[in-house]
């Protein structure tokens, strides 16, 4: 078990510039999250998606944020333009959607936006 | 706004010695509650948790207690040791409206030798 693989581990970009977050949850769950971690907000739910298809993305703070699930082993975070405020760290987390199966996280990304 | 609320940012014991940190809640509607673990450039990792029908979950050094009509959980870890060292977060869902976690902001754990 691999875990839950998130890419790149640290990204550095000018101000209005693409960025996009990977992700691979672990084989064989079923629900995936996107969450961010601020020092003045701590980790926020942005998005959550059931069976490839999102599910709740009132999290996403505004239309810059863009996230898909093309497939079960792979999600993506788009944010276009990046500005500097969201510079944070951002995690993926996967779990089973049965019970109350917990998330398993990755290690995250930091986002830096300068 | 935050639903769930640790109010204590950071938190410093002696080895040995028991820790408890605490965490509050505002949604009757939560009915599972979990802590995580984190060390730096790690993600959270899932340590303990207990549904809204307990009070009381044990696992080995670790135990989570819900009191459900003050809105209040604690983990205590006994005998702390310096390796739990960590930021604990405390986290809350509804079982009936999806399986997000809603986080705390988290208790910064230094256990001193």
């Known amino acids: 078990d691999a875990g839950v693989i998130q890419s790149p581990r640290h990204e550095v970009t000018e101000m209005g510039q693409e960025v996009t977050l990977r992700c691979k949850p672990i084989s064989g769950h079923n629900s995936l999250f996107w969450y961010r971690q601020t020092m003045m907000r701590g980790l926020e739910l942005l998005i959550y998606?059931?069976?490839?298809?999102?599910?709740?993305d009132s999290g996403m703070p505004e239309d810059r944020f863009s996230a898909k699930m093309p497939n079960a082993s792979f999600s993506t975070l788009k944010i276009q333009p990046s500005e500097p405020r969201d510079s944070a760290v951002y995690f993926c987390?996967?779990?089973?959607?049965?019970?109350?199966?917990?998330?398993?996280f990755g290690n995250g990304t930091r986002l830096t936006v300068t | 706004d935050q639903q769930v609320k640790q109010n204590s940012p950071s938190l410093s014991v002696q080895e040995g010695r028991i820790s408890i940190l605490n965490c509050d809640y505002t949604n009757s509607m939560f009915d599972y509650f979990l802590w995580y673990k984190k060390y730096p450039a790690e993600g959270p990792t899932f340590l303990i948790s207990i549904s809204s029908i307990k009070d009381k979950n044990e696992d080995g050094r670790f135990t989570v207690f819900l009191n459900k009509s003050a809105k209040h959980l604690s983990l205590h870890i006994v005998p702390s040791q310096p390796g739990d060292s960590a930021v604990y977060f405390c986290a809350a869902m509804s079982s009936g409206s999806g399986y997000a976690l809603n986080f705390g902001k988290g208790t910064s754990l230094l256990v001193t030798p």
């Open positions: 987390a996967s779990s089973l959607k049965t019970g109350n199966s917990p998330l398993h």
């Open positions: 998606f059931n069976n490839n298809v999102p599910i709740d």
